[in-house]
């Protein structure tokens, strides 16, 4: 949504930069449309940061007859890769 959101901010604030030529008194139309590119692309980055970081899980399951008893053993293991930066 966010990836979405910032083309959205980009799209309309190049319109308001480039292709409107409209004066208005008591607002700056292509500075507006600066601001909404340049917010934008903050946007945009930080949705790709926040999708490379989503966590990521591993659940695995193994089982195994053990050769004493007979009895199967089941085991489960769900991790989840460590965040570096986390404290």
């Known amino acids: 949504m966010s990836l979405g959101l910032g083309i959205v901010l980009f799209v ?3 319109i308001l930069a480039f292709a409107l030529n409209l004066t208005v008194d008591w607002i700056n ?5 600066y601001i909404l590119m340049a ?5 945009i980055i930080l949705g790709i940061i926040f999708l490379a ?4 899980s591993v659940a ?6 053990d050769p ?3 009895d199967r053993i ?3 293991e769900h991790s989840t890769p460590e965040d570096p930066t986390a404290l």
Do not use: E, K, Y
């Open 12 to 14: 309309i604030g190049a």
């Open 29 to 33: 139309l292509q500075l507006v449309g």
């Open 39 to 43: 917010a934008g692309i903050i946007v």
């Open 53 to 56: 970081r989503r966590r990521r």
């Open 60 to 65: 695995t399951s193994h089982t195994s007859v």
């Open 68 to 70: 004493a008893t007979g």
């Open 74 to 76: 089941t085991r489960n």
